[in-house]
């Protein structure tokens, strides 16, 4: 690939290779906007099959957090770190002291956390070397719950779009997968009074939310033709395609599972279709709320109150579905642009010394 002609489209900022010997550290930050403060977002170890691989998805991964950040209401960036190797055998401490190190010389442009191949421990090795990590051990914890009140909040918003009214009371809600964080989400949603049909191809996870919550099972295959006013993808990505799309019965999708379109067409039917679709990076930013609010001191009823803003964002976004007649995926970006252009324009003075959010209690 082209990277600077790659760049320059998307208007990345900053690519950053990162090389350890010893460790046999193989990293690529890559900064894509910090117009709205330094860029934060979390470091990903893969087994890329190429080093283009790798940069695409660094890339690709860096502008997804602009827009994220950015719909949560962040006084954050977007970037993304990935480290090429295998995560079960190629880890070693020095590994991310290294990149750690590397963190450390950007001197705040980005702030990096956990992300699929690396967990708690490998942050807290690399907060050994600098204070611009997030999802440290003893800080915000387990981010599940929190996205799950937010995944919750957003759905409320859908239903009152789709229903008039956002209460959940009585309405079937079906549930793909049934992870951590869509546990959570049936717990609020059970409680609220919803009837809830679940799946997943664990059966041991369907047979507890059977338990817990008086759900109904269905095969993994039947989800999409369950009788339901509320479709909730919680599992892997692009379950709304061409062949699920007829099938589905429900006027409001509302989720976790990040990526749920199958692509930007399928997004097209739904607005077609008149389905209340909630952008997937907007009603699961919970998660990084709430480790972005361990940059100033971490206090969970505040991260909480933050997560509830997920409703608002989502409602701005289909007030701008329906004032510009678009799909709702391309309402959230314009959300997130409109935002990220509204600060570039007031940004014109000098400033020799730019000003940080990051104020870490020590």
């Known amino acids: 690939m082209e990277i600077f002609t790659y760049m320059e489209k998307y208007d990345y900022e900053q690519l950053v290779f990162c090389q350890d010997k010893n460790s046999g550290l193989k990293a690529i930050i890559a900064i894509h906007d910090t117009t709205l403060g330094p860029a934060l977002g979390g470091t990903r170890m893969w087994t890329y099959s190429s080093e283009e691989a790798a940069i695409e998805d660094a890339l690709r991964l860096a502008k997804g957090m602009t827009y994220k950040n950015a719909a949560a209401g962040l006084n954050l960036g977007g970037g993304k770190t990935v480290i090429i190797g295998d995560p079960r055998k190629d880890k070693n401490p020095e590994m991310f002291r290294a990149f750690g ?34 999802g440290l051990s003893g800080s915000s914890g387990n981010p599940s719950p929190v996205t799950a009140y937010g995944i919750y909040k957003g759905m409320k918003a859908a239903a009152k779009e789709a229903y008039g009214d956002d209460s959940l009371e009585g309405k079937t809600i079906a549930v793909q997968g049934i992870g951590n964080v869509a546990f959570a989400l049936c717990g609020h949603l059970h409680k609220e009074g919803a009837k809830l049909i679940v799946t997943d ?75 209340v679709y909630a952008p997937d990076y907007v009603i699961n930013a919970g998660g990084v709320i709430n480790v972005a609010d361990e940059l100033t001191g971490y206090d969970q009823n505040r991260a909480l109150r933050k997560v509830e803003t997920i409703y608002d964002s989502l409602t701005k976004v289909f007030e701008i579905s329906r004032r510009d007649n678009i799909p709702t995926y391309v309402a959230a970006d314009r959300m997130a642009e409109e935002r990220i252009q509204s600060v570039r324009n007031s940004r014109n003075q000098f400033l020799l010394n730019e000003h940080h959010i990051l104020s870490r209690k020590k």
């Open 101 to 134: 190190r590397y963190i450390q010389g950007l001197n705040g442009r980005y702030i990096t956390a956990e992300d699929v191949g690396t967990t708690v421990d490998d942050m807290d090795l690399i907060h050994l070397e600098t204070d611009y990590v997030t």
């Open 201 to 275: 191809i664990n059966k041991d996870a369907v047979d507890r939310a059977v338990e817990a919550f008086d759900a109904t099972p269905v095969d993994p295959n039947d989800i999409y033709d369950v009788d339901c006013d509320i479709y909730a993808p919680c599992a892997l990505g692009a379950s709304i395609n061409d062949d699920t799309i007829p099938r589905l019965k429900a006027k409001v999708i509302a989720g976790s599972a990040n990526n749920q379109l199958k692509s930007t067409e399928h997004g097209n039917i739904l607005y077609e279709k008149g389905i």
